[in-house]
């Protein structure tokens, strides 16, 4: 079976700062893996995405995650805070490019301080 | 990526009724699926809405308390049935083409 764990519900970073959300997955077959930002009162948008290939993805508004199957995890990091960034964060994981049956973490919740 | 149109975007409702969310994409898609995200956890597949056939559902969830539809490639339905309190949730619309996105999801108060 397929998990997806992400530590910290809340994280607060300063306008500015070093972003790091964290996610394990455990999974029994090669996984495929996403991010997820969730605005209030809106759906879901997909961040970045691995399936294959290059272990480091780029995704939209400067986030990038990097996938490690040595501690199976795919942590989203951003150089530098913005206050937009403020958002809950997902990370999801699939067992298949074929299918949209995505599993999901708890959530992160980003607070941006100024 | 295609556009999910989610109807209603939010709704109050009495024990004991019932609500139908629609799910209208913009494009032709092969996979649909309709997601709970209970108030403070994350998001639970409850089905995948198959087109011209029932719907497949996750452990926990029933046809019964969850009925769906999807009578084409752009277009499905979730009714909560006799609802209670305890089906307060945002409700959420995922498709797939070739990669999974989402409506903008149903906020639904049970009082």
Sequence with gaps: AQSVTQ????VSVSEGALVLLRCNYSSSVPPYLFWYVQYPNQGL??????TTGATLVKGINGFEAEFKKSETSFHLTKP????????????AVTRSSNTGKLIFGQGTTLQVKP | SAVISQKPSRDICQRG??????CQVDSQVTMMFWYRQQPGQSLTLIATANQGSEATYESGFVIDKFPISRPNLTFSTLTVSNMSPEDSSIYLCSAKDSEAFFGQGTRLTVV
């Design chain 2, 17 to 22: 009724t019932s609500l139908t969310i629609q």
């Design chain 1, 80 to 91: 530098s805070a913005h206050m937009s960034d403020a958002a809950e964060y997902f990370c």
């Design chain 1, 7 to 10: 530590l910290g519900s809340h």
């Design chain 1, 45 to 50: 948008q997909l961040l970045l995405k691995y």
